[in-house]
């Protein structure tokens, strides 16, 4: 027999609707602008270094710079949405990001295009919470899930942009005016934002929150910490999300042509392949989360172990170069990556309260990029120590994923345990409130 006290629609959900799709879109599209600039680097990296005269471990650096700009940059812009709103955050973020692709396209020099860089990530930290809390306020919860891997599809359609336009753009009209040209997008979406953009609907205004300035920061931090699914999401986004922003980020079209022997234009074609299979795999994940919640590990733990066996076939592969079907087969798995990491959303978005949901996702949000970056460093390091040994380098990505898994097997139990008793208090709480 079913539950009384289910609904549709929790008490005080958002309405959703034609005008929180119109809202959202225009977050979406900052966000979208900022994957562009984001992974602008990846089919630009062998251009960089002969442009700027630097090695692999010079050339990771860039992307190093701009993820530990970007992960640390994630509680202080989870915290400032959570007080300030989405709108002001994402102009922000717009701002930065737009002058940092700016800046890059003029750099004259190996040290100014890092600081570009770095400006360019912390603009781009702004954007993908502010998105998220964007649709919890816009949505009801239990679209969620589907509306956060749409939001990380929408991102992945800014990979591709890359991929396609901005690599043909960069071999057709050069460095300075593609990159240049490019940040005019910046300006668009900044506009669209001033404009159009609004944090929440009507009638749906957060509860006021006395914010005591590091007083309210700490609490803020240890609460959300404190919840065992805001860690266990961490730990899911650090361990899917990696090896597929390692690849496409960087290494992937140094890997492909170098170690693989295929030429640009085919590596450039199975970068595609990561994105448009993340693009599907996103849609068909968000539809079985939102229809059996219980299937987030599964799906999470079983993204990791394809990965890992797949990019172990690769690397292993006893002839000179991998069999062309192999990675294909590789690329298409890679593209599970991020839709496997947006399922940390999904364990720290029951755990925190609306009021809370920016900074827990900020936090979430950190376990991917720290190991993006750990493990651009090491790649780097590792070429350059054994001569571009791409096997010995590559295989830094199995050691994350070894502690990745351990820190979820260690804190699912917990996590479960907690989000069932928060699921049972809060519907004795609506047996209870008194029929309008």
């Known amino acids: 027999m079913s539950s009384p006290v289910r609904s549709a629609t929790l008490p005080g959900d958002p309405p959703g609707g034609r005008g929180a799709v119109a809202v959202w879109s225009v977050g979406v599209a900052v966000y979208f602008v900022a994957v562009i600039f984001r992974t602008s680097l990846g089919v630009a990296g062998l251009d960089a270094a002969a442009r700027f005269h630097v090695n692999a471990s010079a050339l990771s650096t860039f992307s190093i710079l701009q993820l530990l700009v970007y992960a ?54 702004m954007t ?5 809390r964007l649709g919890t306020r816009w949505f009801p919860a239990r679209r969620g899930p589907l509306v956060a891997q749409l939001a990380g599809l929408v991102g992945m359609a800014g990979n591709l942009f890359s991929t396609l336009v901005l690599a043909r753009l960069l071999h057709g009209i050069g460095w300075t005016r593609a990159f240049a040209g490019s940040a005019l997008a910046g300006v668009v979406v900044l506009v669209l934002t001033l404009l159009f953009l609004k944090d929440h609907p009507e009638g749906h205004e957060p509860e006021p929150s006395p914010h005591q300035g590091s007083v309210y920061v700490r609490r803020q931090i240890a609460e959300a910490w404190r919840e065992p699914g805001t860690r266990l999401g961490l730990w899911v986004h650090f361990t899917t999300q990696f090896p597929a922003m390692v690849f496409l980020l960087l290494w992937g079209l140094p890997f492909l042509v170098q170690a693989q022997g295929l030429s640009r234009a085919t590596a450039g074609e199975l970068l595609t392949l990561v994105v448009l299979s993340n693009m599907v795999i996103g849609l068909v994940y968000g539809q079985i989360v939102a229809r059996h919640h219980a299937a987030r590990l599964p799906l999470a733990l079983g993204t990791v172990t394809a990965t890992a066996s797949l990019w172990a076939g690769t690397l292993a592969y006893p002839g000179e170069h991998a069999p062309m079907w192999l990675l294909v087969v590789l690329c298409a798995v890679l593209g599970a990556c991020g839709p496997a990491s947006m399922l940390g959303f999904d364990f720290a978005r029951p755990a925190n309260p609306p009021e809370r949901q920016g900074t827990a996702s900020g936090i979430t949000n950190m376990g991917g990029f720290i190991a993006s970056m750990t493990t651009l460093f090491a790649i780097g ?7 571009d040994d791409y096997t010995v380098a590559f295989s830094a990505v199995f050691v994350l994923q070894a502690l990745g898994v351990s820190q979820i097997l260690r804190l699912r139990g917990r996590a479960v345990r907690r989000e069932r008793e928060r699921l049972v208090a809060s519907r004795v709480e609506t047996m209870h409130v008194p029929a309008a």
């Not at 930065?96 to 600081?115: D, E």
């Not at 390091?381 to 001569?387: C, E, N, S």
């Open 72 to 125: 640390g940059m994630q509680i202080p812009v989870g915290l400032l949405v959570d007080r300030l709103g989405t709108r002001k955050v994402l102009s922000i973020g717009a701002v930065l990001f737009t002058a940092g692709q700016l800046g890059f396209a003029f750099s004259p020099s190996y040290g100014t295009a890092l600081a570009s860089r770095a400006l360019l990530g912390c603009g781009d930290a």
């Open 128 to 132: 993908f919470i502010s998105v998220l």
């Open 381 to 387: 390091v590792l070429l350059d120590a054994t001569g």
